[in-house]
């Protein structure tokens, strides 16, 4: 410990990879902020007794949680923000009155991105969401607050997408599919699915995106990510990737721990420019 400078960090496994660490560095220059920010690989078991560690032996002042633990983290919170709370997953941690609370930042995130770097209206459009695990989970009340028109969830296992939709279905109009069925009345389509990861895209119908259509990818890469390729192959109005999310929802969590809300955009420039 450096004893002067508060202390945060990420959790993860893996975690290597992870861009958190440079993200608020660059925001702690930014606003003059005096801390450290690490990046700690947690094994399966141990994540409840390192969150602890970190907190309660070691002075660590906040932390974000990211894969395999944001639902484990929701788990162990004593407490929850009302957007942590229907999320059913949780990004940042810190110590409120001695307790441990929990929030998460994504849909804030997500919502940021689109709205203020991108200058897309979600009022009133008709958005198709697609994935139904706990990516899209974590975003869909953020989205339905903007008060769109439709809030449409299609996923492989369509039992999933129903469950989500019954869930949120107090907070706006859900629908619920599989991917089959879908046809060409979106205005915006969202990737929250994980097929990314094998540089797969969700079986869509030809049509479902089209020069009309807006897509946005909650996930990044070094370049274009497969659902970028897939929505410009068809001539998208737009496609979008995370990048911007994950910086929004980086800056989300800074400016709970520090009060101080930083400048995102030359911090998603130079990550853009150099990855
Ligand atoms: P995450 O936390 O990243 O959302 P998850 O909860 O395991 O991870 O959910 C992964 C999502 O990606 C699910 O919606 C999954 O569909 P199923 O619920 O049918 O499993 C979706 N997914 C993963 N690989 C996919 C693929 N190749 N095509 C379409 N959807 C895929």
New binding site residues.
Partial sequence: MSGERDRYAVMGNPIAHSKSPRIHRLFAQQTGEALDYEALLVEADDFAEAVADFFFSDGGKGLNIT?PFKQEAWQLADRLSPRAEPAGAVNTLMVKDGALYGDNTDGAGLVRDLTVNHGVELRDKRILML??????RGVILPLLEQGPALLHIA???VA?AEQLAEHFAPHGALGASGFDTLDDDFDIVIN????GL?N?V??LPEGVVNPHTLCYDMMYGSGPTAFVRYCTGRGAARALDGLGMLVEQAAESFHLWRGARPDTRPVIQALRHQP
């Fill in positions: 894969v994935g139904a695990g706990g990516a899209a996923n492989r296992t999933r929250a699915t994980a097929a094998d797969d969700p079986p």
